[in-house]
């Protein structure tokens, strides 16, 4: 089999200090350590803020970070992704923040909000609720040390699985990981990763995206 060819796409509002390179390319660096992946850098300056025919048409997975230009991908751009997705079989993995993106709403055909947030930079427990499933593969229940919280109800369609939820010793709890397909797709969403903390270089979630990759991408 050809290697996973991943698109990964960021809006470029990660703090420096944090996210030197970008998100997007912590998550490529994430997939090369543990996959045999192809991965190239998009993001919203370029032509087509970074989404062109050619580059969707290239990928298997496209993996995306947004959060507050997220409402401001062009609508034919939004509509392209989504044909990706539904009628060619493209992977989408969306990564924190893009839970309120234009993107993100059009694959569930909600809204995709949830209902509010917390930064407290207290500790996430990740607990596989889904343990047999190939996302989980190799994983066991950790913690992220320093996170934002997010709360239920979240505005999705029911998941197809729900692999791991997030839970906080504050009482909170989130389904942090989801899956979906839609029309010939995979769709996953990738709560852990809010931007100010390093969320995107702690190995267990390194491990775990490229799991969610592979799965997005079929090779799973
Ligand atoms: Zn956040």
Redesign the pocket.
């Known amino acids: 089999m050809d290697r996973l060819k991943v698109l990964s796409w960021s809006e470029l509002t990660e703090p420096a200090g944090v996210y030197p390179a970008g998100i997007h390319a912590a998550v490529c660096e994430a997939l090369r350590e543990h996959s045999d992946v192809d991965c190239r850098l998009a993001d919203i300056t370029m032509p087509e803020q970074g989404l062109s025919e050619e580059s969707l048409a290239w990928a298997d997975v496209v993996v995306w970070f947004s ?1 507050v230009h997220g409402s401001e991908i062009h609508d034919d751009l939004v509509a392209r992704i989504v044909s990706h997705v539904t009628e060619q079989g493209m992977g989408f993995v969306a990564l ?2 893009s839970l309120i993106s234009t993107v993100f709403a059009a694959l569930m055909g909600t809204t995709g909000w949830h209902s509010g ?1 917390r ?1 407290d930079a207290t500790t996430e427990h990740i607990h596989f609720t889904a343990p047999e499933h190939p996302i989980a593969e190799g994983m066991k229940d950790f913690d992220i040390p320093q996170t ?1 919280i ?1 709360f239920e109800p979240f505005d999705i369609p029911e998941p197809e699985e729900v692999v791991f939820e997030g839970r906080w010793d504050t009482g909170e709890w989130f389904r942090s990981g989801c899956c979906f397909t839609i029309g010939k797709g995979r769709v996953f969403y990738f709560r852990p ?4 903390y390093p969320i995107f270089f702690q190995p267990e979630v390194r491990r775990l995206l490229t799991n969610c990759v592979e799965w997005a991408g079929k090779r799973r």
């Open positions: 959060h924190h923040s947030w930064d934002e997010f990763g809010h931007e100010t």
